[in-house]
């Protein structure tokens, strides 16, 4: 880490006023252009703590950048994750403010519900399996308190990797699913914008699990049983606006919506 722990606080200050206010920032690195990922995980941290101190529950895990073309769209070449709370978590069918965000786009992903703890090193897909109690299709919004997501890595871990909100669908077996196969429709308004298969998230969304169970074991975190984890986007990521509908569907999983008003 090359920030102190004063500028560390103060960076988390400065995302939490961001967030709250739904006003956003400049990136963090051209404010501190010695800025690590490190540093940006700690400034995550420190924002996590101060939610769960207001109350807010941890109920799961969400794991960006996991498709080559999310990586490509920001100019990154790893995975980053961040934290769920109670309070992100949106009923299916909804409608939802879009001034409650800064600038929201929308994902398909493959949600994951553990029923067995996951702590790396060395979790494999396999390991993911045998712990995960359902798996459903998810509608996450991201969002970005970094004005006009001009985002470096260290931007977007800082920034809770990018969280906004997140929809869930039906629990279903995994067992019985071929998730790598498995084709991911998004919709806008009545019309399918893009479509992808699960090798988009690393191969397999559940290749994705176990570099989040792996990826969390420095920090000395596991995934919890009763968590759920939300696995990365399989499709492009378009912005939404007011009076946008907006419906994701995975094969095998079901469908989900969500309308922004």
Not at 226 to 243: D, K
Request: net charge negative; charged share 15%.
């Amino acid at each position: 880490m090359t920030l102190t722990r004063n500028v560390i606080q103060e960076t988390a200050d400065l995302l939490y006023a961001a967030q709250t206010s739904r006003t956003p920032i400049g990136p963090l690195t051209e404010r501190h252009p010695g800025l690590t990922v490190a540093d940006a995980y700690a400034i995550q941290q420190v924002n996590l703590r101060r939610r769960l101190r207001d109350g807010r529950v941890l109920v799961g895990h969400k794991i960006g950048l996991t498709s080559e073309s999310m990586q490509t769209l920001l100019g990154v070449d790893e995975p980053d994750f961040g934290h769920l709370l109670d309070d992100m978590v949106l009923a299916n069918g909804s409608a939802v403010p879009a001034v409650q965000f800064c600038a929201p786009r929308v994902e398909p992903e493959v949600a994951f519900l553990l029923r067995a703890p996951l702590r790396g090193p060395g979790v494999t897909v396999d390991d993911v399996q045998a712990a995960t109690e359902a798996v459903a299709v998810a509608l996450e919004i991201v969002d970005s308190r970094i004005a006009d997501w001009k985002l470096t890595l260290p931007d977007t871990v800082a920034d809770n990797a990018s969280s906004g909100a997140v929809v869930l669908g039906n629990w279903m077996p995994y067992e019985r699913l071929d998730l790598p196969s498995a084709r991911a429709s998004l919709w806008l308004n009545g019309s399918e914008i893009d479509t992808g298969l699960g090798t988009a998230v690393m191969g397999d969304p559940g290749a994705a699990v176990a570099w989040l169970a792996n990826a969390l074991a420095p920090f000395g975190t596991e995934i919890l049983p009763g968590q759920f984890v939300i696995s990365g986007s399989i499709t492009c990521a378009p912005f939404v606006h007011p009076g946008d509908d907006v419906a994701a569907t995975i094969s095998g999983l079901g469908a989900v919506s969500l309308s922004f008003t």
